[in-house]
């Protein structure tokens, strides 16, 4: 068998990038999606839906990555190697009577699309996107050989349409997840349960980069972790509370029942997402005999107010998505015309 005139090369960078993102991807729906799902409560079902959605990425990032040939050039012949190897597609370099190529920008750089056109009409796609001597690859392939611009136009179109139902389907997410925030979760006096303690250490207030959180441990309740957070430290009188409570002093917290019967009393199963977080529970309202350092209506006017910023940018995108979606199609039909 006569040596290979050359092979190609993929970039180590993007392969690395790939992996990240399925492993990403993954555990973002797991944790997300997946993990919230209780096949005895129907109102968990779109959290199904969505993550069997976002499933689909990481499938398609690991279908894309197995699906990139290896190309290796022959004097004669051109092999493609895809899925490590398992499959080969080989076709004289006779076979081929025309191409074109298509270039594309981003913000990661310049690439291009190759189409070879064999004589039986069949149309190869090779991007360089993922290898790192392509233009050399190119070159080698497409020696002495016609340009084919019709096929290019063609192409331009598809391309078009494509993008148009991405953006739909992007459009109809967008608008899922708007819908999510739409509903008012607003707690009741129904929906808490009032918890008392004495604490097993100082209040703690926790700094992130953009996020505060207080932190609250019960003797009587080791291994949880209370926490005041971010959208409810803003309405909390933290400086006062963590004055007037110290080390072994009795506090009273009020939670959601919800967490309540799931971690405590022990009366409700827990979903994946309660075990996954099991120690973490969101306190709700503050308050003694005197004063009330956070109040439920205030815990549920941040959070409402949140979720209606939220609804309104999904909300925006989704129409802007469907929006862009409509005028390509309509483009598309006017250059028919």
Known sequence: ??????????????IIFYIFGILFISALCIVICFSKFN???LSTYPDLAAGCFLAFFPLYILYYTLNLPKIIIYSD????????????????????????????????????????????NEIIKLNS?????????????IKNKPQNTILKEKLD??????????????????????????????LTRNDVSVIKGTLSADIKLKHGKKSKSLIFELENLNGFKFKIGTLAFRETYFEDLMKDFKKGDTISLTIEKDQYEKKISKKTPMSS???FKYEAIAVVEVK???????????????HRNNDISAFIFFGLCGLISIIGSIYILRKINQLKA
């Open 288 to 302: 003694n005999k005197n004063f009330t350092y956070l109040s439920l209506s205030d815990f549920n006017k941040t």
């Open 77 to 120: 012949k051109i092999e493609l190697h895809r899925f490590l190897g398992l499959f080969k597609r080989v076709f004289v370099r006779n076979e081929i009577n025309n191409w074109t190529a298509r270039e594309k920008e981003s913000k990661y750089g310049n690439y291009e699309y190759l189409y070879l056109t064999l004589n039986n």
């Open 157 to 186: 179109r598809k391309e078009k349409i494509k993008l148009s139902i991405i953006l739909a389907l992007l459009g109809i997410l967008f608008l899922f997840v708007a819908s999510q925030f739409y509903k008012d979760d607003s």
């Open 273 to 275: 997402w309660d075990k």
């Open 1 to 14: 068998m006569s040596e290979p005139l050359l092979t190609s090369k993929f970039k180590t960078s993007n």
């Open 39 to 41: 096949p005895n409560n």
């Open 129 to 141: 996107f993922d290898y790192a001597n392509f233009e050399e690859i190119k070159w080698t392939i």
